[in-house]
């Protein structure tokens, strides 16, 4: 266990940003799923740019790569566009 005060308000400090990382990338992986689950092409025309956001926030802040994120975005992109 942690001695000083300091290294008690990290341990909370920590876990707080653990919980609120591990939520926003799981939303952002249930998004890209449905994305990519999507068969209409206007519908995946309106969920593209939400999503797109989602992903480079969280490549803003690293909660994932930058190049992660925009290796999502290309594939993202190719199945929307050969939608019909």
Do not use: C, G, W
């Not at 449905?34 to 803003?60: C, G, N, Q, R």
């Amino acid at each position: 266990m942690a001695n000083h005060k300091s290294a008690i308000k990290r341990i909370r400090q920590s876990e707080k940003r653990r919980l609120f990382n591990k939520y926003y990338h799981k939303t952002v992986r249930n998004a890209v799923r449905k994305l990519h689950a999507i068969a209409s092409k206007k519908e995946a025309e309106e969920l593209f740019p939400k999503v797109v956001a989602m992903l480079d926030k969280l490549a803003k802040r690293n909660i994932i790569h930058r190049n992660k994120a925009a290796n999502l975005k290309s594939k993202l992109a190719k199945h929307m566009n050969s939608l019909k």
